[in-house]
């Protein structure tokens, strides 16, 4: 019903920048957000944007990453400056149904900061 493909992710060195974009299939969304998991660790959310449509991040990003949103197709992105070691993750974009409340994922992209 909604398909989720993340694109942008790579190698990067510390304090360097990446903007990760999502192609979004489907409608009735009700909330949007990205989430990461590092390497022998579980799903961190990075940043989202509620029903409500307000934005939260979590406190290791904020002030470093912008989430973004283009309403004409849903599309979903995260800008992700200074970016540090620590961020290094599988990042995944995630979706919610309004018709079911159905969690959807994308396959995610890999993330790495490194010198």
């Known amino acids: 019903q909604i398909q989720l493909a993340e694109s942008g992710g790579g190698l990067v060195q510390p304090g360097g920048s990446l903007r990760l974009s999502c192609a979004v299939v489907g409608r009735n969304i009700a909330g949007q957000a990205w989430w990461r998991q590092a390497p022998g660790k579980g799903t961190e959310l990075v940043a989202e944007?509620?029903?409500?449509?307000?934005?939260n991040y979590a406190d290791s990003v904020r002030g470093r990453f912008t989430i973004s949103r283009d309403n004409a197709n849903n599309n979903l992105y995260l800008q992700m400056n200074s970016l540090k070691p620590e961020d290094t993750a599988v990042y995944y974009c995630?979706?919610?149904?309004?018709?079911?409340?159905?969690?959807?994922w994308g396959k995610g992209t890999l993330v790495t900061v490194s010198s």
């Open positions: 944007f509620t029903r409500g449509n307000k934005i």
């Open positions: 995630y979706a919610q149904s309004w018709e079911n409340g159905a969690d959807f």
